[in-house]
């Protein structure tokens, strides 16, 4: 049985973001995996790193429970909107006061730091509402992607990320998200594997 956690970036549960992730979730448990689901925007966490790593301040319960979450499992799939090229501030917020030095990665002043999230691997669905693909790659470089597969997850451990790129939505037709859910549905049953 895998464990996967499927987390929500969306701070709007009524999003196409939270209709992707009851999808996947339906599906790898259809396929027989042990899913746990991590909604961001309904945490309640101060998302202000205040002191910066100065200071450390204490991890709110709902913290708590979603690094417990990612640590439990094998794979990981962040759903997220693409806003300013980036993910949502609730969900910068996130990474900011969960994913801290002991805890997602280790300090080495002497080299790198090394990933604490190793043995996960993990995958991106990233929704824009109105940029193409073409113009995300082409003139923004993935920039949001670059960031967090990179810049968060892949420094902290996580291999063998996919990524999927879904939009602009605006000019998606009823049938077209269909095809995207059904894809997503296929994808959830690959990850069971």
């Known amino acids: 049985m895998k464990k996967i956690v499927v987390i929500n970036g969306h701070p709007n549960k009524e999003s196409f973001n939270t209709v992707i992730a009851d999808s996947y979730i339906s599906s790898a448990i259809n396929s027989g995996s042990e899913v746990r689901y991590i909604a961001i925007g309904e945490l309640h966490f101060n998302p202000n790193l205040q002191f910066g790593y100065q200071q450390r301040m204490e991890l709110e319960p709902d913290l708590v429970k979603a690094l417990e979450d990612i640590q ?60 193409s693909i073409t113009v995300y790659e082409e003139e923004y470089r993935s920039s949001g992607l670059v960031q967090l597969q990179k810049g968060i997850l892949e420094y902290c451990g996580v291999s063998s990320i996919t990524n999927h790129f879904i939009g602009p939505l605006y000019e998606l037709s009823e049938e077209d998200r269909k095809g995207w859910l059904n894809k997503i549905k296929d994808m959830a049953v690959l990850d069971s594997i």
Do not use: C, Y
């Open 72 to 131: 439990w499992s094998e794979h990981q799939v962040w759903i997220h909107p693409l806003w300013w090229l980036g993910m949502p501030a609730v969900m910068k917020g996130f990474f900011d006061r969960a994913f801290l030095p002991g805890i997602a990665f280790k300090s080495n002043k002497k080299g790198p730091s090394e990933g604490l999230l190793n043995s996960k691997s993990g995958r991106i669905i990233t929704t824009a509402g109105d940029l």
